[in-house]
């Protein structure tokens, strides 16, 4: 099946510094890219939509400016958390999808394995 | 809010019993997928179901789906410990990128 890298899985960090997270498709291009966080005990938020060569489709409520996404290619995502604060401590899941059907397979998202940020 | 609801929020059974776990959500729909999550890591898709269909099967799973009640099921049989997970409906809407949107999950705990 299709594999989804996610790196790194967890990070700890000083308030205020940045962190970037990548999200790679390894055997299939993903033309979407999605990111999501996901506190304790909770379910998926989505944060934003990524498109391969376009700008990110930010989910309402999610500052644009404080959480960077980069779609540069095919197989590459990246969200990076600007001046990090001990409030964006979270579960981060990016997830990939590919091809443009609306119905089947190509409908599945393949999802990393997360990566867990803890700003100090 | 984003997400749909679960319920049971949490579930405890024996191994060989059957688990249940609902779904409900509040809008059309282009198809209801299940997907499930081991403590601390990613989400690994279980089964879709189109919005045209009424019942799936795949292995030991069987996923109902009612638009009219706007809702699903996910029953699993015979359950055995390593089924122990949570469990997460998530719906796809028609137009843009087929974003989904995640149910709260049910926390299924399966007993030797």
């Known amino acids: 099946g299709a594999v989804v890298s996610q790196h790194p899985s967890r990070v700890i960090c000083k308030s205020g510094t940045s962190v970037k997270i990548e999200c790679r498709s390894l055997?299939?291009?993903?033309?979407?890219m999605f990111w999501y966080r996901q506190f304790p005990k909770q379910s998926l938020m989505l944060m934003a939509t990524?498109?391969?060569?376009?700008?990110?489709?930010?989910e309402q409520g999610v500052e644009k400016d404080k959480f960077l996404i980069n779609h540069a290619s095919l197989t590459l995502s990246t969200l990076t958390v600007t001046s990090a604060h001990p409030e964006d401590s979270s579960f981060y899941i990016c997830s990939a999808r590919g091809g443009t059907s609306a119905s089947g397979a190509k409908n599945i998202q393949y999802f990393g394995a997360g990566t867990r940020l803890s700003v100090l | 809010s984003q997400q749909g609801e679960e319920d049971p929020q949490a579930l405890s059974i024996q191994e060989g019993e059957n688990a249940t776990m609902n779904c409900s959500y509040k809008t059309s729909i282009n198809n209801l997928q299940w997907y499930r999550q081991n403590s601390g890591r990613g989400l690994v898709h279980l089964i879709l179901i189109r919005s045209n269909e009424r019942e799936k099967h795949s292995g030991r799973l069987r996923v109902t789906l009612d638009t009219s009640k706007k809702s699903s099921s996910l029953l699993i049989t015979a359950s055995r410990a390593a089924d122990t997970a949570s469990y997460f409906c998530a719906t796809a809407f028609s137009g843009g990128y087929n974003k989904l949107i995640f149910g709260a999950g049910t926390r299924l705990a399966v007993h030797p």
């Open positions: 055997d299939f291009q993903a033309t979407t």
């Open positions: 990524s498109n391969e060569g376009s700008k990110a489709t930010y």
